[in-house]
Structures are given as structure tokens and as C-alpha cells.
């Protein structure tokens, strides 16, 4: 049934999706410590991928790729934990924009891990990707924002969750080939949940009942990003799909104003199109090859 469906609307759904995910995990977060509400979202991930894993009948990694995904996992977790944590401190808008910068920081990481070079031209499109989101996040007030979020710690934590991101990708490049996509997505979903077990196990079991619907919803609709992602990049080039991959921005302005409120300023727009045209300037020079050796999306949202 899914080959009917263009590949670009199966893209536009998985970002959807992401962003809706995201929007629960700020809502729960509200009243609950965000630490206890990401450990749930991990653990029903897990057992939602292992039971994929499990009718799939997908062998176990080798020793050495099983440290490697622990090791992985143990990064996609803290980028995870950073970037819900950026959602309870800025607006939803604002976080999103800040998780495009992970795109700009695949080519610094490579040229760090890998010794790739960078080109001049990638370097030039990073700066001015950098300035964008200097001018997204520095230059205007978001109406409706966390009115206890510490604003700076935000920022910071949010391109730190960028920078792990990146690792995370480049990281892939090393096993290219070596394990498919169901492997990776279990274990980015079940080192994370036993790294996070003692803060799921300080829910109080009341309050664990009372959420358990919305955290299932927005465990499943993690799970529904890679399995979208996986049908869209399948079918047509990166190069296609990328921009579709920006419109997380039109669903957090929406999802921020109808659900808390939030009013950015026009500055972050302006911004944000700085920010994203700088990625696909640096995806078209050198990532889309990135990506296909990754078999990852284009475009490094986290979720």
C-alpha cells in the first residue's frame, strides 16, 4: 500500500511525527521531571524495536559490533536527554531550529574522527549557518516560552545535543553496510532505557498510569520516524527529500502556539531559513554521500 504513497509525503509524515513526539515530551514534562519521562520513552521504544527484532528474527551483532552499538547508544541516549531537556526551557519552535544545527556539525566531527577534509566551501556555508542561529535565538523574545526555563543552559545544552548527534552519525559510517536498520534503531532505543531504569523506577506508579497512553503514543511515533524515514529514503535520493525534512519548523510553530501558547519572534524565521539554507548548501557539496553510507535521514533531526 505504501508504494502508492509519494515518497516525499512518507517524509512529510515521519517529521510529523517527530514533531508531535516532541510536543508530548514537552507537555509531560510540564509536571514531571523530564529525566523520569524520557526513561519511559526509551523503555516502551525498546520493547516496541526488540519485538520488531524478534519477528524479524535478526541475528545478534558480532562482539565487536555489539560494543560498538552500546557505545553508540550510550551517545544517542545523551543526545536524546539534552534535546528533551532543551524542549522544557525553550519554545518548541526555538528547539527545533537549534537541532537543525546538527546538520552543520557532521563535516567538524568527520574532519575530527575520520581526519576528513573540509573544503572551503563548507566551512564558509557552516559560518553562516552558525550566524543563523545566532540571529534565530539571540535577537528576539518567544512570546509563551518556559517562563522558569534557564534560556542560556538551553541554548548550550541544545548544541550539545547537536554535537552528539553528529557523533552518533559519523559514527555509523564506521559499520556501514555491516547491520541493518531495525539492529540500530533497537539499540539506540534499549542502551538509552537501561541507562535511564532508575529514574523510570522513581515515577510514582500513580503518576506512571496517568501518562502511560501519551508516553506509548510518543514511544510508537519514535519508532514511526525510522520505519517512514526507512520507506522514504528507500525510494527516492536524499537531494529530494531533505527540504521536506525542515518543515519540523511549520509544525512546531503550530504544535507551540495551539498546545502552550508560544509566540516567536519574526527574527527566528529569518534565522531559521539562514540555518537551513546553509545545511543544504553543505548537504549538496559533500553530505547526501554521508547519509546514503549512513543510511540515516538527511537532515540529523534528533528525536
Known sequence: ???????????????????????????????????????????????????????????????????????????????GICFFYTLTQLALSEATVLIFAAALMIAPVARILLKEKISAFTAIATLIGFAGIAIATLTGETMGAPPEGNRLMGLVI???????????????????????SITIVAFSNTIPAILLLPFAFAMPMQELRAMLTLLGIASLLGVGIWW???????????QKLAPIEY???????????????????????AGAVVVILACLAVAFETRFTTRREAKTPASDIVH
Open 1 to 79: 500500500m505504501t508504494n502508492r504513497i509519494p515518497p516525499m509525503m512518507i517524509a512529510a509524515g515521519a517529521v510529523a511525527c517527530g514533531s508531535v513526539m516532541d510536543a508530548i515530551i514537552k507537555h509531560l514534562a510540564v509536571e514531571t521531571p523530564v529525566m523520569q519521562v524520557v526513561a519511559w520513552r526509551y523503555i516502551l521504544g525498546a520493547a516496541f524495536t526488540l519485538s520488531l527484532v524478534a519477528i524479524r528474527r535478526k541475528p545478534l551483532p558480532n562482539l565487536a559490533g555489539i560494543r560498538f552499538h552500546t557505545l553508540r547508544g550510550l551517545i544517542v541516549g545523551a543526545t
Open 158 to 180: 541544545g548544541l550539545m545535543s547537536s554535537v552528539l548527534y553528529a557523533i552518533g552519525v559519523v559514527m555509523l559510517r564506521k559499520r556501514t553496510g555491516q547491520e541493518d
Open 228 to 238: 517512514l524515514m526507512t520507506l522514504a529514503y528507500a525510494r527516492a535520493p536524499a
Open 247 to 269: 518543515t519540523a519548523l511549520i509544525w512546531a510553530t503550530i504544535l507551540g502556539w495551539t498546545m502552550f501558547n508560544e509566540r516567536p519572534h519574526w527574527t527566528l524565521y
